[in-house]
């Protein structure tokens, strides 16, 4: 999730010719192909959001940006809908209230109010707040809820755990995961109450092909994938989180690491390990896959015998010793705590 301070346009920028449009009265002109979403922010009218964000393509499944269009019939999704000249929107009124007051109680049947670690950091929270939503009137033992919720945290990986029971399948991760990292290890699996967030083939995310960059953790608007360390310092302030997936601690922002798949991903994971090469256990687990090690040209031969799938170390002192050796001279990293 995104720090607070940090004013999200809800949609991508477009760079098409100018068009004049009426947003609650106050005139905007902005590039064609803009969403009303973005334009009603650039007013400072910003309309509620949850699956929407402005580093990745709109979505359109949460309904909770819904309009109203003069001369329209019906409450488009304004993350969906682009600005049109003349156009003239309404981002408050008594039913918009209402609608989105509905919905969001939905997610909060799901997501209890105060559930989340970290509530402050939580947008379903924060927005239902926002709306006087301190319950839900449908959360109940007889309401059908997602087959995923009570799930077992998958905690495998080292640098973020997933909640499943704070999951409100918006699909910002997986979107993140193929359109910030180009990895695709991400997918929504099921339909309806079924769905839910799957790793590879339904696989734990260490054992999946996911490749730690925090792209997923930085989209996700809940507590649902959350850094170990945020959570281990139950981090409430304003302040971005300390470096805790490698996108990170390669001194990027998770989910802005520079992308070319996951041979990059690979790489910099080798400058990183360097301060926290323990056991040969981790190493086993941080090993790369056979095709992406042969393609690391940056990578030693002797290195990537040491840490690859080959790496048959029984002492971790020495191992340690030689990998230091080997990244001698490289930039020190700052590893968060695990
Ligand atoms: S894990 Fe987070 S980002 Fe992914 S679908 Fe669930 S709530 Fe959305
Ligand atoms: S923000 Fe528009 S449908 Fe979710």
Known sequence: M??????????????GASVTLEIDGATITVPAGTSIMRAAALADRDVPKLCATDTLKH?????????????????PASCTTEVAAGMKVRTQSDALAKMRRGVLE?????????????SSRCELETLAG???????????P???RHVHTHEPVD?????????NDLCIVCSRCVRACEETQGTFALTIEGRGLESRVSASQHQPFLESECVSCGACVEACPTGALMEKSVLAARISSDERTQGACLGQIFGNMAGVISVSGRNAAAERLFR????????AKTMRKLQLPPKAARKSEALSPKLRRLSGP??????PARTSRSIARLTAGAPRLTFAAI
């Not at 905690?155 to 909640?163: E, I, L, M, Q, T």
């Not at 080959?310 to 002492?315: E, I, L, V």
């Open 106 to 118: 939905l997610y909060v049947s799901e997501h209890p109010m105060g559930s989340c670690p970290v």
């Open 272 to 279: 990183a390990i360097q301060p926290v090469m323990q056991t």
């Open 142 to 144: 007889k309401t059908a």
């Open 2 to 15: 995104h720090a607070k301070d940090y004013h999200d346009l809800g949609t991508p920028a477009a760079d």
């Open 310 to 315: 080959g790496c048959r170390s029984t002492s």
């Open 59 to 75: 979505f359109g499944s949460c309904r909770v940006c819904l309009v109203e269009i003069e001369g329209r019939k019906g409450f």
């Open 130 to 140: 926002a709306h006087g939503i301190t319950q839900s009137r449908f959360a109940g």
């Open 155 to 163: 905690a495998s990986n080292p640098y973020f755990r997933f909640d």
